[in-house]
């Protein structure tokens, strides 16, 4: 994905980008049930963004709304060849180094299981029903909760949408916040289907066809 109005992050954001990820998601449905405790998802969190930036730096497109990086979109856009070699080390990577946090901030391998349990609600794969790669796939739109409600996330997802349409994309996305449907709904999507398997939590998979 190309922008000519969104800031292109760099390694050198990374720090903010992991420090914003965190702040967003602190009380998302889907960390609060992979990490019950609140002491250790406040202290895992950043070290688990950390693994997830260094691979989407690597494999992804990152964007912000602007250099002081108040909201970020994080895509794939899986009509784009890619380096296969590099994708699988950096994935292998972040799962080694992901794996090793949750074993070390929580000994009693709790956490550990949980993700393991969790994995159909953290690797995407429903989008393999959808038999479609000239597709965009938005693994982050997340915006800092201090600038919320100014119309970060609208510039961020409409800037994704204007590339889909120009280069004739499908665009999906997963959240796991029911009142985000709604949201999205207002730009074209719709509901592909709901993934409930643990946790009794459910997880909204959503696409936006070519228009």
Same mark, same amino acid.
């Given at each position: 994905m190309d922008?000519?109005?969104l800031y292109r992050v760099t390694k050198e954001d990374q720090p903010r980008l992991e420090q914003l990820l965190s702040v967003c998601f602190a009380k998302d449905p889907l960390y609060c049930k992979l990490i019950p405790d609140e002491d250790t998802r406040?202290?895992?969190?950043? #070290?688990?963004? /950390?693994?997830?930036?260094?691979?989407?730096?690597?494999?992804?497109?990152?964007?912000?709304?602007?250099p002081q990086i108040r909201g970020i979109l994080v895509v794939s856009d899986e009509s784009e060849p890619y380096d296969?070699?590099?994708?699988?080390?950096?994935e292998l990577h972040a799962v080694l180094k992901t794996d090793e946090y949750l074993i070390k901030e929580d000994p009693s391998l709790k956490t550990f299981w949980n993700f393991l349990l969790g994995k159909d609600y953290l690797n995407s794969r429903w989008t393999d029903q959808l038999?479609?790669? #000239?597709?965009? /796939?938005?693994?982050y739109l997340a915006v800092d909760p201090a600038v919320q409600h100014h119309g970060i996330s609208a510039v961020l997802l409409g800037e994704a949408i204007r590339y889909a349409q120009e280069h004739r994309l499908m665009i999906s996305l997963e959240t796991h916040n029911e009142k985000n449907v709604d949201f999205y709904k207002h730009f074209g999507f719709k509901l592909y289907g709901v993934v409930?398997?643990?946790?009794?939590?459910?997880?909204y998979c959503m696409i936006r066809e070519v228009q």
């Open positions: 922008s000519h109005t406040k202290r895992l969190m950043p #070290e688990l963004f /950390h693994c997830d930036m260094e691979e989407m730096l690597a494999t992804c497109e990152i964007f912000a709304d602007s296969f070699f590099q994708y699988v080390m950096a038999h479609q790669k #000239e597709r965009l /796939h938005i693994i409930e398997k643990h946790f009794g939590l459910k997880q």
